[in-house]
């Protein structure tokens, strides 16, 4: 089976203390949970690798990188201190049920040993190299500025298929105009252009 593998560790995880940080670890397992109800997803994993270490696999990889920002958009809407650095890697590999830490294959090593490289400013990198290492760095740039506000709309947004605008208003409890300003404010725009791109083209 051909995965997405994500393999993270919590920024600055002793400064958080043992309840935040448990409460980070969960708001990722969340994250993949509903990562596990987009469409064209059908096989998901997550499990916690040591005291603040995580991976998640599922089996559409093109949507790697939208994949990744979710989580990112999850933890910032906790609080603004709140990220983990992500490595990822697309390719083959075997994952017994829903435990990555049992899987095996190609794209579950080239995730962790990428993790184990990253610069300590960088928190988005991509295995590939080329044009998704690029556009994942990109991302991380702009990523790394997100506002509460602004990742509680894109939480709700950056799924594919998400609803309209209007919707995500009344999630939220705010009107569509601050909806839209958080967005634009957060580079949602030229984010799903990008991932859009992407993504049809490695479904290509």
């Known amino acids: 089976m051909i995965f997405a593998v994500l393999t993270g560790d919590i920024v ?14 969960v708001a990722i397992a ?15 994993g997550f499990a916690r ?3 603040d270490a995580w991976q ?21 809407r906790l609080d603004k201190a709140r ?4 490595a990822i890697a697309t390719g ?14 190609a794209a579950f090593t080239a995730s962790g040993r990428l993790l184990d490289t990253l610069p300590a400013a960088l928190c988005l990198d991509h295995a590939a190299g080329g044009a998704e290492a690029a556009a994942a760095r990109l991302a991380d740039h702009i990523a790394q500025g997100w506002t509460e506000a602004q990742a509680r709309a ?10 309209p605008r209007a919707e995500a208003a009344t999630a939220l409890g705010i009107s569509r105009q601050a909806v839209n300003q958080a967005l634009w404010s957060a580079g949602f725009t030229a984010i799903i252009a990008a991932l859009s791109a992407l993504e049809a083209e490695e479904c290509k």
């Open 83 to 86: 990220a983990s650095r992500i």
């Open 49 to 51: 690798r040591g005291g």
């Open 92 to 105: 083959a590999g075997e994952m017994p049920g829903t435990d990555p830490n049992a899987a095996h294959g």
């Open 30 to 44: 969340t994250a993949a949970d509903e990562i596990g109800t987009w469409p064209q997803v059908s096989v998901t």
């Open 12 to 25: 600055a995880s002793t400064d958080l203390g043992q309840a935040a940080l448990d409460e980070t670890l």
């Open 154 to 163: 894109l939480a709700l947004q950056l799924p594919p298929g998400s609803g």
């Open 56 to 76: 998640m696999a599922f089996d559409a990889p093109w949507l790697s990188l939208r994949a990744a920002l979710y989580v990112q958009a999850c933890l910032r």
